[in-house]
């Protein structure tokens, strides 16, 4: 390893485009107009939890999109001020 490359580059065992193609399909469709870059792995994990407490993939949908548009309004606090919007 040189200073040239990341350690954590190494830690990539998973191809992100195979991950992404095992995703089930309603989270695929929700994926694709998803306003944050989210990782299959971790979209996955809030998928199947919502999956096991409501049962019904369009409630997982909405918790999923309820679940982005907090990070969006936590990261809009930290990238414009906690006054945005006003």
Avoid at 27 to 48: D, E, F, T
């Amino acid at each position: 390893m040189t200073n040239l490359t990341s350690p954590r580059a190494r830690w990539r065992n998973v191809d992100p485009m195979a991950a992404y193609d095992r995703l089930p399909p309603d989270l695929r469709r929700w994926l694709a107009g998803a306003a944050l870059p989210w990782s299959a792995a971790s979209v996955l994990r809030l998928w199947k939890r919502a999956l096991k407490e409501t049962g019904c993939p369009q409630a997982a949908r909405d918790r999923l999109a309820r679940a982005e548009q907090k990070i969006l309004a936590q990261e809009a606090a930290r990238v414009w001020g906690a006054a945005y919007p006003a």
